[in-house]
């Protein structure tokens, strides 16, 4: 099955999606910031990340620049 990044800052958001995707059958990863994000995707290589624009220490877009 594929696995799925969920980079969401608003617990009650990420752990709504993360809950679904998982009950789905998904290997579900989930970060709450940009840096966190950044450095778990080099590290895991997800095949699909949910990212989120507005995230502490770097937005989405600046986590999509360093990759």
């Known amino acids: 099955m594929a696995r799925i990044m969920v980079a969401e800052d608003e617990r009650d958001i990420r ?4 809950d679904t995707l998982f009950d789905r059958g998904y290997d579900v990863l989930e970060t709450k910031n940009g840096q966190e994000t950044y ?10 990340i949910l990212l989120d624009v507005m995230m502490p220490e770097l937005n989405g877009f600046q986590v999509l620049e360093t990759a």
């Open 39 to 48: 450095d778990l995707a080099c590290k895991e290589i997800p095949d699909l």
């Open 15 to 18: 752990e709504l999606v993360v």
